[in-house]
C-alpha cells in the first residue's frame, strides 16, 4: 500500500502562483511514477502532470504547459507541482496518484490516490 497526503492548496488571484506538494508514504519502492490530476465541479477528472521517480521524465496536459511544473525528491519521497500564472480555469480539486506501472495520462492506470486539495483562482 502506499499512502498519500496533498497539501498546499488555496485561494490565489489569477496570475499567482501555488505550489502543491504530495508526500508518499508506505510502499514506496513499488511506486513507479506519479501524477497529478484534477477536477472541476461538473467535469471529469482529467490529468496534469506526471513524473517518473527513476528517470525524473516528466510529461504535461497541453493547458497547463509552460505555467506547471512537477518535480520530485526522491529522498523526501515527495512530489511537488509548482504552478505559476494560475488562471480561473485551473480552479478545481487537485489530486495526487501513484502508479506502480505505468507514466502514462489515464486515472485508471493508477492505483493510489490521496484525497485531493482545493485550489481556487479569482479572476
Not at 498519500?4 to 490565489?12: A, Q, Y
Not at 520530485?72 to 485551473?90: F, G, H, I, P
Not at 501513484?98 to 482545493?118: D, L
Request: proline residues 1%.
Amino acid at each position: 500500500q502506499v499512502q498519500l497526503v496533498e497539501s498546499g492548496g488555496g485561494l490565489v488571484q489569477a496570475g499567482g502562483s501555488l505550489r502543491l506538494s504530495c508526500a508518499a508514504s508506505g510502499r514506496t519502492v513499488s511506486s513507479y511514477a506519479m501524477g497529478w490530476f484534477r477536477q472541476a465541479p461538473g467535469k471529469e477528472r482529467e490529468f496534469v502532470a506526471n513524473i517518473r521517480w527513476d528517470s525524473g521524465s516528466t510529461s504535461y496536459a497541453d493547458s497547463v504547459k509552460g505555467r506547471f511544473t512537477i518535480s520530485r525528491d526522491n529522498a523526501k519521497n515527495t512530489v511537488y507541482l509548482q504552478m505559476n500564472s494560475l488562471e480561473s480555469e485551473d480552479t478545481a480539486v487537485y489530486y495526487c496518484a501513484a502508479s506502480t506501472y505505468s507514466s502514462g495520462s489515464y486515472s485508471r492506470h493508477y492505483e493510489y490516490w490521496g484525497q485531493g486539495t482545493q485550489v481556487t483562482v479569482s479572476s
